[in-house]
């Protein structure tokens, strides 16, 4: 899932991490691999927040990716990992969640 950029910062509030900007040189291969979804590299890896099927506007936290070191440099990608971590967004509807 894409988020607005709202949405995203509501989400960087909330979980320890850094969006990976459309513009970066590695989007094409992402997205390529994943789908079409907002990036997030986070102390776990690489993070997509997929809606959670209860109609609330909120996301759970999914990794894809995890570091092959303690220094972060490079990622193994794995089967998606649904984390603990739950995003709340504001508003009622969720209808800003795409851009």
Do not use: C, Y
């Amino acid at each position: 899932m894409r988020l607005s950029p709202a949405r995203v910062e509501q989400a960087l509030r909330q979980f320890e991490a850094q969006a990976i900007p459309d513009s970066h040189p590695a989007m094409e291969q992402l997205r390529g691999l994943f789908g079409d979804h907002t990036f997030f590299l986070a102390p776990n890896g690489l993070n997509i927040v997929e809606p959670l099927e209860s109609g609330v506007p909120a996301g759970k936290v999914v990794n894809l990716a995890s570091w092959t070191d303690e220094s972060a440099t490079s990622l193994a990608p794995h089967a998606p990992e649904t984390t603990e971590v739950v995003i709340e967004f504001e508003g009622d509807d969720g209808s800003d969640l795409l851009n």
